[in-house]
């Protein structure tokens, strides 16, 4: 089992900035994929950005060169550095964590983004 537990959630004026982490415990395979997703009300769950333990990076189109995903290895810890935010980016957000044999989400943290 790995436990998810996600921070950095709020209310920001479009425009401004906000930076999320998850952290990871528990099972942590060193060959592993982390990554955010969100899902906006009304709307299906999609993919934000996700990052492997190697350092690859993948981002929807629609947040390339706003949002930056990192992550720190030694702490199982994924960022999501979100500049210039949209009132089209609110929604919650989701961390997920997966390896070879599972993969598993946090509880979610609203990000809000006013006009």
């Known amino acids: 089992q790995v436990q998810l537990v996600e921070s950095g959630g709020g209310l920001v004026q479009a425009g401004g900035s906000l930076r999320l982490s998850c952290a990871a415990s528990?099972?942590?395979?060193?060959?592993?994929?982390m990554g955010w997703y969100r899902q906006a009300p009304g709307k299906q769950r999609e993919l934000v950005a996700t990052?492997?333990?190697?350092?690859?990076?993948n981002y929807a189109d629609s947040v390339k060169g706003r949002f930056t995903i990192s992550r720190d290895n030694a702490k199982n810890t994924v960022y999501l550095q979100m500049n210039s935010l949209k009132p089209e980016d609110t929604a919650v957000y989701y961390c997920?964590?997966?390896?070879?044999?599972?993969?598993?989400w946090g509880q979610g943290t609203q990000v809000t983004v006013s006009s």
């Open positions: 528990g099972n942590i395979f060193r060959l592993n994929i």
């Open positions: 990052i492997s333990s190697g350092g690859n990076r």
């Open positions: 997920r964590y997966s390896h070879s044999t599972g993969a598993y």
